[in-house]
């Protein structure tokens, strides 16, 4: 008070550096708090690190991509923060990122390994993963170099699909629908024949290896 009335000037210098302090705490936390849900998640894989997601999108028509962080329905929600129009710009049958049967050839005979002890998820919670990551997400996903590192592209009722770096490189992958179309392949050798129609019944796990040093895997997240 003593000082507005002496000296008003200074006052509302002080309540910018005020202002501009509690904004950068803000970020601060903010990104002390997505560390430790990073530091908290538990590999599928026993000594593999978890990185968080990151990747290129969309988010307008023709506008420049922009890099966001998290699993893709995080970066939904971020989208849609910064274009509310966003689900209407990029309408999920325009597939321009869709699985095809050139794409789908470089999963074609991947070695497969079914292994429960990962954390059997729910096939149709999976299978609406795959195909949201195939027809849905614009963008290519990033990843640094390994080896032993794994981020949660898609985590919904503790399904996951997890992307995992086994190469001295970074990897960016063309789109979001070579990692679906991973766990495809997972699922075409994991999961029975029940499993993959609309009758879901039993839970299953899996990992699909590719042939230059990253693997998708199926599991909890």
């Known amino acids: 008070m003593h000082l507005a009335r002496h000296n008003p000037r200074a006052f509302k210098e002080l309540r910018g550096i005020r202002k501009a302090t509690m ?12 560390a430790l849900v990073a530091f908290a998640l538990v590999a599928p894989l026993d000594g593999y690190a978890v990185v968080e997601l990151s ?4 988010v307008s028509p023709g506008g420049p991509p922009v890099v966001l962080n998290g699993t893709v329905q995080e970066v939904h929600a971020q989208l849609l923060k910064l274009n509310p129009n966003w689900d209407a710009d990029f309408p999920r049958d325009a597939k321009p990122g869709a699985s095809t049967p050139a794409k789908r050839n470089i999963w074609a005979g991947a070695d497969v390994s079914c292994e429960n002890r990962w954390g059997a998820v ?13 027809e849905s997400v614009k963008g290519k996903p990033q990843m640094g170099a390994g080896p ?10 503790a399904a996951g699909i997890w992307w995992c ?3 001295r490189a970074p990897k960016t992958l063309d789109s979001f629908a070579d990692i679906g179309d991973g766990a495809a392949r997972a699922q075409e050798v994991c999961a029975t024949d029940d499993e993959k129609d609309d009758d879901l019944v039993d839970w299953w796990a899996g990992q699909a290896f590719h042939r230059t040093n990253w693997n998708v895997i199926v599991a909890k997240c």
């Open 23 to 34: 904004k950068s705490v803000h970020y601060v936390l903010a990104g002390i708090s997505l």
């Open 55 to 58: 990747g290129e999108y969309q």
């Open 122 to 134: 729910r096939p149709d919670v999976i299978k609406d993963g795959i195909k949201y990551l195939r």
């Open 148 to 157: 032993g590192v794994c981020a949660r592209v898609s985590c919904d009722v």
């Open 165 to 167: 770096n086994d190469d």
